[in-house]
């Protein structure tokens, strides 16, 4: 059974940081990290593939880092100078619908972890 298992969320004031942690059961080609606002739909925020290459939304780059550690079977995102926009549910996502392209649709989905910043 495929799990996806988020944590590392909170309340954080502007300029701080948060590391998401998401304890997986299934290894994908992509692996990625996406948020969602009430009424908007959900975004990518950052994906690594197997081999390590990553990607980022324009609106997060400078600022994000993912990052997996194959050995326990965790998937990171360390965020860093938090803006209020950044506020979301942040959903850990496992093997994308398309094979070897991360910006898709994924299958497996975790619950999702909430992460408020105030300014």
């Known amino acids: 059974q495929v799990q996806l298992v988020e944590s590392g969320g909170g309340s954080v004031q502007s300029g701080g940081s948060l590391r998401l942690s998401c304890a997986y059961t299934?290894?994908?080609?992509?692996m990625g990290w996406f948020r969602q606002v009430p009424g908007k739909e959900r975004e990518r925020v950052a994906s690594?593939?197997?081999?390590?290459?990553?990607e980022y939304a324009d609106s997060v780059q400078g600022r994000f880092t993912i990052s997996k550690d194959n050995a326990n079977d965790i998937l990171y995102l360390q965020m860093n100078s938090l803006k209020p926009e950044d506020t979301a549910m942040y959903y850990c996502a496992a093997e994308s619908l398309r094979y070897g392209v991360c910006a898709s649709t994924y299958k497996y989905w975790g619950q999702g972890t909430q992460v408020t910043v105030s300014s």
């Open positions: 690594i593939t197997r081999d390590g290459s990553k």
């Open positions: 299934y290894s994908s080609y992509c």
